[in-house]
């Protein structure tokens, strides 16, 4: 008998000394405005003061490589090598190693993933200047056609440690990918600085360390594309990425009708085969890529190659909001 009161006085001090454990840990957020939009970072740790170093070590890396590559921050390499008369620019093994996985998606795409693309998307009024402007017209043909001239990722080169843009190709465009890879390398500091526990999320790209407390897992919210103000399911993940690209998250009104900003190089237009692609892996920069590159990509190509990989599962809303998954892409219906 006394053996069963020991014991039950070990593990009711077990449960309580877990539960106390459990309770300490405390909830951490910021957000910051960077690459144009906010990013937010949400940190459970036992102590605010580690979470809060940690935060703001995982922003000045954000703040690092949105100076160093952002094809739209002036002074940025990349913002150098767009607008220099040599087009070329010093490529260190960052540079070196963001770009291999550049070319891969434009490999893996058929060449349909270009981020020459930029001319393109000024033609139709993706500029900051332009985006909101009332004087928009839908480009004529012999504007597209003139302006895919200037488009051409086999024209973009790494030699001798420079990368290098060969004419008639002009510029390079960053947006597709570089807040992803921002993302992934502030949860590489992160884990570094012993969180175990984190969120970090720029609406479209986000990136996971662990779970949260009571290991449950993070909830998010996949927005309807039809009608972004509700969703459309929500994915729970644990010490994931996932990427979104959707035709509602960046577009123009001509004339009463929307066109996004995902363009097809061949046609000159927006793609309209689909209205999102969701894609959850272990890395928010591949997450990133991966979500733009399969919206480029017919839907049984993109299905064929993502059965294939281990740690990668995607979900297609098509031009019909029919929704295709692969086979272990998990989305929870929202409870009314």
């Not at 053996?3 to 070990?10: E, G, L, P, Q, W």
């Not at 010093?90 to 070319?103: H, K, S």
């Not at 490999?107 to 993706?126: A, H, V």
């Not at 332009?130 to 790494?158: A, C, N, Q, R, W």
Request: charged share 30%; with cysteine.
């Amino acid at each position: 008998m006394k053996r069963n009161k020991v014991t039950a006085i070990i593990i009711f001090m077990l449960l309580f000394l877990l539960g106390c454990s459990e309770k300490k840990m405390q909830k951490y957020e910021d957000s910051r405005f960077l690459f144009g939009t906010y990013i937010k970072i949400i940190i459970y740790d036992e102590s605010l003061d580690k979470a809060k170093l940690a935060s703001e070590k995982a922003f000045q890396e954000i703040e690092r490589i949105d100076s160093k590559f952002n094809s739209k921050y002036e002074g940025s390499i990349i913002d150098m090598l767009n607008k220099s008369s040599k087009k070329e620019v010093n490529l260190d093994a960052e540079g070196t190693e963001i770009f291999n996985e550049v070319e891969k998606m434009y490999i893996l795409s058929n060449k349909k993933y270009d981020i020459t693309i930029g001319p393109l998307l000024k033609l139709w009024g993706f500029t900051d200047e332009m985006i909101d402007s009332l004087t928009l017209k839908v480009p004529k043909k012999e504007e597209i056609e003139f302006t895919k001239h200037f488009i051409g990722y086999d024209k973009v080169k790494k030699i001798n440690n420079k990368l290098i843009i060969e004419s008639p190709v002009k510029e390079i465009d960053t947006g597709s990918f570089l807040k992803g890879y921002a993302l992934s390398q502030a949860k590489k500091l992160l884990l570094k600085e012993g969180i175990k526990s984190a969120f970090i999320t720029s609406i479209s790209s986000i990136d996971l360390i662990g779970s949260k407390p009571l290991d449950k897992p993070w909830k998010i919210g996949l927005q309807n594309p039809e009608n972004p103000s509700e969703l459309l399911g929500i994915v729970a993940l644990k010490n994931k990425a996932l990427g979104v690209s959707g035709d509602y998250q960046t577009y123009v009104e001509i004339d009463g009708e929307m066109y996004h900003h995902i363009i097809d190089k061949e046609s000159g237009y927006p793609i309209r085969d689909k209205k999102m692609v969701a894609v959850v892996c272990n890395d928010a920069f591949l997450a990133d890529l991966y979500s733009t590159t399969f919206f480029l990509m017919p839907i049984d190509k993109v299905m064929e190659y993502v059965e294939s990989q281990k740690d990668l599962e995607v979900m297609i809303v098509d031009k019909d909001m029919n929704i295709v998954t692969s086979k272990n892409f998990e989305i929870e219906e929202v409870k009314k």
